[in-house]
Nanobody, 124 residues
Framework: QVQLVESGGGWVQPGGSLRLSCAASGRTFSSYAMGWFRQAPGKEREFVAAIISDRRGTTYYVDSVKGRFTISRDNAKNTVYLQMNSLKPEDTAVYYC????????????????WGQGTQVTVSS
């Protein structure tokens, strides 16, 4: 059974930083695309970032987080990270880890596997 377990969420003041982690189990995800979506209260779930398992480790970001968030992965640990810097109140959301065997960002599809989510709250 595939499991994605997020950790690292919490409360932080504007301008602060958090690092989210997502540990995958159930299969080897080194060949999978992995990433993050988020959902704020009253809003639809939106794509945040993804990292593809190609030679270059291609990454994708939504425009609103470019230059502030960095996605990375450690295939030996089956883990993907989201380093979030210069956080803003509008980053407040539940963040969901996901994985898929395809480059779902390029194809415009939704990833097949999802975690339960971790809350990130940015406020003063």
């Amino acid at each position: 059974q595939v499991q994605l377990v997020e950790s690292g969420g919490g409360w932080v003041q504007p301008g602060g930083s958090l690092r989210l982690s997502c540990a995958a189990s159930g299969r080897t995800f080194s060949s999978y695309a992995m990433g993050w979506f988020r959902q704020a209260p009253g809003k639809e779930r939106e794509f945040v970032a993804a990292i593809i398992s190609d030679r270059r480790g291609t990454t994708y970001y939504v425009d609103s987080v470019k230059g502030r968030f960095t996605i990375s992965r450690d295939n030996a640990k089956n883990t993907v990270y989201l380093q979030m810097n210069s956080l803003k109140p509008e980053d407040t959301a539940v963040y969901y880890c996901n994985a898929d065997s395809s480059d779902y960002v390029r194809t415009g599809s939704l990833p097949a596997y999802w975690g339960q989510g971790t809350q990130v709250t940015v406020s003063s």
